[in-house]
């Protein structure tokens, strides 16, 4: 008798502790409870924000949460969204929060975290100094192979492309195209123009990858955002019932693909190695032999001097791979996703007059596309920028995890004493949205760029967050900027487009924003070639004159 009334307070106890623990204490107690709930389960369950995530939802949710409760809200127990630059990004990104292990769950190829998942400081800015330089501003704008790259894929391939689809007189799926184009750049500085893909010139092997690699996306929500959950599943051999088995096949293949690729770089490299000189320019590969070069450095510093360097080649392969893998697809998806939503745009009929502010401008070059002078243009910088702006490419949340006694909220909406490991975000679409700094947000209009005084371009300037900020800012932005302007100025000199169906154009709602598509199809457009169109204008004069 008395043993069970042990057992009856021991259980009543236990209850108590877990309702205290999960309900009383994050609803009344925790220093998370003086910020406003996006939801009334928030504060003690992630229900909510999880489902957003598994549906990709969770951009414009999070949204409407700051919209409606202000520049800090509570998503979960333990997780915040922060939407201001002081007291949010300045704090989190500036300040060095660390990433957790949200980017280690999802990419983590061939078995080796790249740079993009290395949570720690120390790992994370030693080989963000190997290869900073070489995607610097002045090392791209002064590169002869650079130069070589865009000439040859404007000239050979996008132009003469884009003129065939001019005669057919057809529409074309712009988002493939992009993709291709994008994929090409990056992969040509990357692992050398000889060495790369060349989707451009495959179009249906381009757009079969580009499917495959977008399809995977949305499962990767299980291992990002439920590990523990996913692993028991794949352990009770219920893994296929979250993540279908082709995911992985698929992931395999695109890693083998890459594998070709760093051989070809690395064949590259020894051979330059043996014979004493580099070759062509445009072949070498840039980044890939910067990083071999950097990680063999370290190696033999490590090592006893008798251990070959053969051998120390072999043991960095996957690790170079990893990061280049990351580097080509973070590369060619965000700059394509960011080129497809700019020629929507253009193209559509209310905005016809940027695209020929964009060709007078354009025709000034006299046809060169020296990245410097591509730069310093401001039609083409302003229409870049806003579609950045209002279309960033990763629009949603950038986890990271608080220190201990963290201070977060803009004035008047500080909150302090939070405690260490909460995992707080901001997204560049609510951040992007601020009517205060970019007025009438929900409006793509190049013109804020070109027409602010000096403080309102500081202002929008520091709100502007499309390639992050801080030590994890992205590290390839000088190449985007650079192979997208070059990419806009060979399409748009010479051709008009016009938006034939643009059904698909919406944003997903997941951390990339690709569009969503429909029926299949993203941005279909027609291309005319204006000089054939000015032509086919005087011969309409002609005719008429002479009648
Ligand atoms: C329009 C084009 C691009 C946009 C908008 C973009 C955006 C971003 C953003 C927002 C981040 C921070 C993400 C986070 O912390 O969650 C990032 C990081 C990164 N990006 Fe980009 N990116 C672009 C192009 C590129 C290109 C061309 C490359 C490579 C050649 C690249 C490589 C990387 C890498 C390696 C990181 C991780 C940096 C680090 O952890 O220090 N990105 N990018």
Known sequence: MATSTTLLIAEILSICVVIYGWVIFPILFSPLAKIPSAHWSAPFSSFWILNKRRKQAETLAVHDAHLRLGPIVRLGPNEISVNSVDGGIRTVYAGGYQKGDWYLNAFNNYGIMPMFAMPDHANHSQRKRMLSNIYAKSTLQSSKAMDTITHTLLNDTLVPKLRGMAKKGEAVEFYDLFCAMAMDFVAAYVFGLKNACHFMDQPDMGARFFRDYKARQEFVFWPQEMPLFTSFMSKSGLGNLLVPSWVAKANNDI??????????????????????????????????????????????????????????????????????????????????????????????????????????????????RDAKTLDNLPILHAILMETLRYHAPIPGNQPRITPSDATLGAEGHAVSGLPPDVRVQAQAWSLHRNPEVFPEPETWNPARWLESNEEQLKEMQRWFWAFGSGGRMCVGSNLAMLDMKAIIAGIWADFRTTCVDGRGMVHNGGYVAEPVGKDGKYCMMKVEEIEVLVKKERMVGYVRETR
């Open 255 to 368: 890693e083998s693909w890459l594998i070709g690729m760093c051989d070809k770089a690395e064949q590259t490299v020894r051979q330059a190695e043996l014979e004493g000189e580099k070759g062509p320019e445009e072949d070498w590969p840039n980044v890939y032999s910067r990083l071999r070069s950097s990680l063999l450095k370290e190696s033999k510093a490590k090592s006893a001097s008798d251990v070959p360097v053969d051998y120390q080649v072999q043991v960095n392969r996957l690790a170079v791979a990893s990061e280049m893998l990351d580097h080509t697809l973070a590369g060619f998806d965000t700059s394509s996703i960011t080129l497809t939503f700019l020629a929507y745009e253009l193209s559509l009929p209310h905005n016809s007059h940027w695209q020929d502010k964009l060709r007078a401008e354009l025709k000034t070059l006299d046809g060169s």
